[in-house]
T-cell receptor, first 109, second 115 residues
């Protein structure tokens, strides 16, 4: 059975303090790993898709990386508007995304 | 483009009542999905559809039914609501691909409370 574990559950950073969120997974036949951002009371917003180990993608202050067992979402010099819950999901040979429980990030001024 | 829209945004039901949640997408996506999100549980797939007229069960299908009569719409029905179905429901859609799975785009959610 596919499993996705995100850590830490919650993270508090000062503005400008860089850090990384972790997503470890066990899946037979990874077809894709997805990162989403979710603000309170809203639906998840797509950030990145990674398909194979060694792949990296960047968007503004965010950079996602992928190995055979885990993915990292690196946040460089975060701002308060980066505060949100970040969700990781994996796709195997089926149609569904298997989501982790998320990391709640709070960036304080 | 509106993307993925859901109606209603909020609903309170009494145990045993029925209701239908409507999802619409204007991106011409083949695939559509219904998830529920509960505190501490993450998003879980209820049902999905890979095309007009087709539906399939996800991880937590019991107590729900779905229909996909038109490509742009995906309906989620609760025939006899139970307190355990209190949750936030999200609809999503994506392109289809035999090689690289595409990202799913989510709607704003429906907050359902069953008393």
């Amino acid at each position: 059975e596919d499993q996705v574990t995100q850590s830490p559950e919650a993270l508090r950073l000062q503005e400008g303090e860089s850090s990384s969120l972790n997503c470890s997974y066990t899946v037979s036949g990874l077809r894709g790993l997805f990162w989403y951002r979710q603000d309170p009371g809203k639906g998840p917003e797509f950030l990145f898709t990674l398909y194979s180990a060694g792949e990296e993608k960047e968007k503004e202050r965010l950079k996602a990386t992928l190995t055979k067992k885990e993915s990292f979402l690196h946040i460089t010099a975060p701002k308060p508007e980066d505060s949100a819950t970040y969700l990781c999901a994996v796709r195997d040979s089926g149609y569904a995304l298997n989501f982790g429980k998320g990391t709640s990030l709070l960036v304080t001024p | 483009n509106a993307g993925v829209t859901q109606t209603p945004k909020f609903r309170v039901l009494k145990t045993g009542q029925s209701m239908t949640l409507l999802c619409a997408q204007d991106m011409n996506h083949e695939y559509m999905y219904w998830y529920r999100q509960d505190p501490g549980m993450g998003l879980r797939l209820i049902h999905y559809s890979v095309g007009e007229g087709t539906t399939a069960k996800g991880e937590v299908p019991d107590g729900y039914n779905v229909s996909r009569l038109k490509k742009q719409n995906f309906l989620l029905g609760l025939e006899s609501a139970a307190p355990s179905q209190t949750s936030v429901y999200f609809c999503a859609s994506s392109y289809s691909s035999q090689t690289s799975p595409h990202e799913q785009y989510f709607g704003p959610g429906t907050r359902l409370t069953v008393t």
